[in-house]
């Protein structure tokens, strides 16, 4: 067997395809600065650890189990469908599928459920990558008997003994799972990679509601661009705002009432443009603009 | 004595890392693998006893060897463990793959041949496995 002397970490880096995962990282997702840093590091630190064993310098397989920490509505899923894609093409998983559960599809009903159905979702992961959403809920600590400590457990056990089998990444709030965190020292230690999402700036928000009008093959009308940023800073200031999704959720009743505005003309022919311009009208009638900022109680 | 029942029984036994990937034919292939084990090696004995219900929806050979570890760990040492993947295609539905994977800790006694005489001079043959003598809990066992 010949021994290999060098490694070309720029050619591996391109022919191991994740180059375009990265480049796809940055220009489909708007904003996240620290987010694709931290995966351009991650990216870069795995790459060279494959570069160390084919040298023969290294032989552990690295903790790749990661937390993501954010507010809602930030991006957390879609990034660590990139990162299922990201680890697969560097060959540290061998599917790069991407498991979603929160603690209903882990916690049994009864005593004697949890276990078989933590590890059937468990099998279901393995060569995957497991993301459990908002996973401090997994411990309660006001009720002892929370089956939700049974999952912890096999989780732990797993996540140490087939490293090489399955990437858990836990998701959540970031100050509710910094006490799951303090609470559970097993899994401090045993999660490499803690990365923070930030919340949206207006101005980001206003490029992600183009972004998501442009998919749906709507465009914005130009006397609705003052608005929308006026409504951003409005729906950002009411209880239960989540970043992006409320953002989503504003531009469907947009053209919830686009489609009533049009169907209200009566009989008139619309064109093409017609049918894509979501007009200033379409925002003006929004409860958020209407309200005043909540009072705190 | 070898027990020879299944696909590749007349090979050494498989590595897990040989079993692996089997599997991962299997899985590949979209055929539902399932684990059974028994401790009656007859060769007409074809239902074996189920670890589990087959799993379906597995993308990788490692939660399927996951299970096999269960399996083995408790059933591993006095039992016979195959594996069985089953094609759902509508015309087939049927086994399309199946090899034993773990073989009890002793050696397997074999079998006898039995001759029973009937109607005059007839005589009519059987084989019975020594191992079945005993009952299930004390079989294979020093």
Redo the contacts between chains.
Sequence with gaps: MSEIKSFNLQKAFEASGVKEVLDELDRDLIGLLPVKTRIHETASLLLVNKAREELNLSKIQPSLHMSFTGNPGTGKTTVAMRMAKLLYRLGYV??G?LVLVTRDDLVGQYIGHTA?KT?EI???????VLFIDEAYYLYRPENERDYGQEVIEILLQVMED?RD??VVILAGYADKMDKFFSSNPGFRSRVAHHIDFPDYSDDELFEIAIKMLKEQNYVLGDNAVTILKEYIAKRREQPHFANARSIRNGLDRAILRQANRLFNKGDVELNAKDLSEIDYEDFALSRVLKSKPPTQP | MKITQGTFSFLPDLTDEQITKQIQYCIDNDWAVGIEFTNDPHPRNTYWEMWDLPMFDIRDAAGILYELNACRKVYGDNHYIRLSAFDNTHGWESIKLSFIVNRPKVEDPGFRLVRQEVDGRSIRYTTQAYSTDKPSSERYRD
Excluded: F, N
Aim: charged share 40%.
């Design positions: 061998r599917k599928h078989p590890k468990l099998k279901k992961a393995m060569g995957g087939h089998d399955l």
